[in-house]
Structure formats: structure tokens, C-alpha cells
């Protein structure tokens, strides 16, 4: 049973790797195939892949380091280090909501307030989970789970922007690209839903996280992951896509069949 | 603790390569995101977290090499090797302020007396710093912090060619570039200003570092760092975003929703 634990989590992260490298290359390229005024959110939703497809390369390795061998423990001082899904979200996750505001279209001083209010908001909910996944107690006494809670709040705050103000935005758009970006956003929102639920399910966990916890932990972050990002940013450069065209004639006839 | 530690400034080496190689990834696809005039600007931003990147992988190899399975000590010869930030900083140091010259698209004339002047005092701020902070006595006899003091006189003279003659240009500037340009001056000079507090923390302590002293001055380069480099190459580029569009009314309709 743990050759198939070792090998799913293993295959899992080497499918991150590929997802995340190869949507970011392809991404970079793909930049040419929409207006300029879109290319900043195509090549925002590259760079997320590629600081992912880094911090995979690296996890695969700090995996293979921890557990390789068949081992079946953390072992000890090097075991497999977490951080880096964490430094991996915190840079990504408030370049995901540049993306999708990006991809908007809007008029600069509406698309400024929304990321001057978004950006902390998405910064500020990894940094505060950050603790609580750790067991760091370190301000509170108690109960690690209350970083859990605390970083809830930015979290809902994202979601009132996301939902009410950008919502209020979306009916400048044509009824394709609303549908295009509703979905963008349902899927941002239900990725991320599967942190806290991990987050929730290990809470009563204490020490060294048993194999289990690891392997049931790791393939669905990657999962989330792939989907949070690579599937995303895909659906982001669609709305490019469908927007350049909408604008512009010129594009429309050089891109499609008529 | 130790083990906390340890992770710190793992994942803080490893936030300093994610950070400054997709920074200029994403620099060098989006010089083309500016007018001609403003691109080397940007490609000299794009040069320096490039540079940054390469040291940051050597860094983190260096540390893991020095302070691997779990030693709390420098290692004899295989220490961790502090060349490495200098090195950078030789470099990329001096660079900084030819961003911050380049993107003012001042005459040529201006532009080439501030940098003649500028690049050489960079330049010796940073190798009058390395004897001291290596404790070598090279040429004076007695505390190797004379190097310190040295150092800060080019320090000072930046300072001032940075508000006085610098700040004559401001003029020019429209208010929301003379916003940036202010913002950019100030970072640079606060994240400078870490450089010499950690050195002067130091200045005491004799013989190898301690495990504490490393830490904290490996977290405090790290994070000044990525603010002097990327954050500031990041303003450097809006700030050529912004002048770009103030210049030329085709690139603001081509660039932004109207």
C-alpha cells in the first residue's frame, strides 16, 4: 500500500511540474495571439505557472528527499518542507486576482482600487494560515487553529470584492465573456475552498504529520493547484482571446476563419 | 528552535529565487510594454534580478551545504560563503541607480554626468564595505569597522546626488510620475539602510558567526533585497508604463481601456 501511496503522490507532483512548466511556456508564447491591452494579463497568468513549476521541481525533490527509500516517516531535519507551498501561494495567489482584474479591461483608476484592496487581502490570508498549519503557537496561547480563523477574514473580504464590486463591473461585458469570467471566478473560489477543508481535516492532527496525512494532503493541493492556476489562466487568456476580437475587426479577421 | 530556524532562512533563500527569476522573466517579455525610449530602463531592471537570481540559487546551495543535517556551526572551509551578496551587490548595486536615471528620460547630456558619477560611488560603497564586514585588517591596524565608516562617505554622497541634483529633474516630471520617482528614491534609501544597521549589529561579534547572527542577517538581506530589487524594478517599470502612456496618446489607446 505505500508503494502506491509513495508512488501516486510522487506521479502527482511530477504532473504538477509538467501542468504548471508547459502552460507557462506555452503562455509566454501565447502573449502575441491577443491585443496589448490584454498581453499584461496573459503574461501575469504566466509568470503564476512559472513561480509554480519552480516551487514543484523543488517539492518533487524535498519529497524524494523525505520519503524516498520507502520510508515511511518524516525524517527528522529533513523532512518535506511544507514552506514551500506557502511561498509558492503567497506570491501567486494575489497575482491570480491581478489576472482576472487585468483581463477586465477596466478603466485604470476602478482597476487600481480593486488591486490596492485585493492584493493585501490575498497576501494577508496566506501569511496569516501560514502559523496555523505550522502548530506555531506564536502569539496566542492555545489552539494554533485560531491563524486558521484569522485568516478567514481576509478570505471572505476577498470573496464581497470578488462577488459585489467586480460583480457591479461585469455588466459592461458581453454576455460571452460574463459567462467566461463567472466561470473564472467560481472556479478561483472553489479551489481555494479545498485549503481550509485540508487545513480543517488536519487540525487535530499533533506532531509529525503520519503518511497518510501527507499523501491525502499533497495530491489535493496539487489538484487544487493545477486547476487554481494552469486551468485558470487558460480561461484567462480565452477572455483575451474573445475580448481582442470583440474590439477589433482587424484582429478578428487576422486570428479566425470567417 | 533551531529546526524553525533553519526553515527560515531556507524558505526565505528559496522566496529570494522565486522572486527575483519570475521578476525578470517577466521584465524581459514586458520591455515591449513601453515605448522604445523607456526599454532599457526596463531591461537594466530585468539585468539586476537576473543577476540577483543567479546568487540567490549559489546562496541557498551555499547554506544548505554549510548548515545541512542539521549543524548549527559554520563548517571550517565550507562555511557559508557571504562573497556571494557582494558580488551581487558590485554589480547589481550600481545598476539600480541607472534604472532610476534611465526611466527619467532626462537629456542626454544630464543623464550621462549623474551616471559618471553615480555607477563609480555605487560601486566603491560596496567594496570599501566587503574588508569590514569580512573583519580583515588589510591596511589599518586595529577594528577592521574603519572599512564601515569608509564606505559610508560614497553612501552619503549618493544621498545627496540623489535629492539635490536629482531632485532639480523632479520638475519636469508630471505629479504622478514625481509620485513614483520619490517612492522609488525612498525605497532604494531604506532598504540601503539595512545594509549598514546589520553590519553595525555585528561589528562585535569576533571569530565565526553564530547560528543566531546568520538567521537574522540572512532574513533582513533577503527581505531588503527583494524590495531593492524586485519591488523597486517593478516601479521602475510602471513608472516607464505611465511616462509611455503620458507621451504618446496611440500607446495609451493601444495599451488601456479608454
Given amino acids: ?3 502506491v501511496q509513495h508512488g501516486a503522490v510522487y506521479n502527482m507532483l511530477s504532473l504538477g511540474i509538467a501542468s504548471m512548466l508547459f502552460t507557462s511556456i506555452f503562455l509566454w ?3 502575441d495571439r491577443v491585443l496589448p491591452k490584454f498581453r499584461m494579463a496573459v503574461m501575469v497568468s504566466a509568470t503564476v505557472t512559472s513561480i509554480a513549476a519552480y516551487h514543484y521541481f523543488r517539492m518533487f525533490d524535498s519529497f524524494n528527499e523525505a520519503y524516498g527509500n520507502g520510508a515511511t516517516e518524516v525524517q527528522g531535519f529533513e523532512g518535506y518542507n511544507v514552506g514551500y507551498r506557502y511561498v509558492d501561494w503567497f506570491l501567486t495567489v494575489p497575482l491570480l486576482l491581478v489576472e482576472l482584474v487585468a483581463v477586465m479591461g477596466l478603466a485604470r483608476a476602478i482597476q487600481s482600487s480593486l488591486l490596492k484592496r ?3 487581502a490575498a497576501a494577508a490570508m496566506i501569511v496569516l494560515g501560514y502559523p496555523g498549519d505550522m502548530k506555531m503557537n506564536v502569539f496566542f496561547e492555545g489552539d494554533a487553529s485560531i491563524w486558521g480563523l484569522l485568516s478567514t477574514i481576509p478570505f471572505l473580504y476577498i470573496l464581497w470584492v470578488l462577488f459585489v464590486e467586480i460583480g457591479k463591473s461585469l455588466a459592461g ?3 460571452k465573456v460574463q459567462g467566461l469570467l463567472k466561470g473564472a471566478r467560481l472556479l478561483l473560489i472553489a479551489t481555494w475552498g479545498v485549503y481550509p477543508i485540508t487545513f480543517i481535516l488536519a ?3 499533533t506532531g509529525a504529520p503520519s503518511f497518510d496525512a501527507v499523501v491525502s494532503r499533497e495530491i489535493g493541493y496539487s489538484i487544487a493547484d493545477i486547476l487554481a492556476k494552469c486551468v485558470f489562466g487558460l480561461i484567462i487568456f480565452t477572455i483575451a482571446r474573445v475580448k ?7 484582429f478578428a479577421a487576422s486570428e479566425y476563419k470567417s
Fill in 1 to 3: 500500500m505505500n508503494l
Fill in 118 to 120: 485585493l492584493v493585501p
Fill in 29 to 31: 508564447f501565447a502573449r
Fill in 244 to 250: 481582442s476580437a470583440e474590439e477589433s475587426k482587424e
Fill in 203 to 205: 487540525m487535530n492532527d
Fill in 173 to 175: 461585458q458581453s454576455a
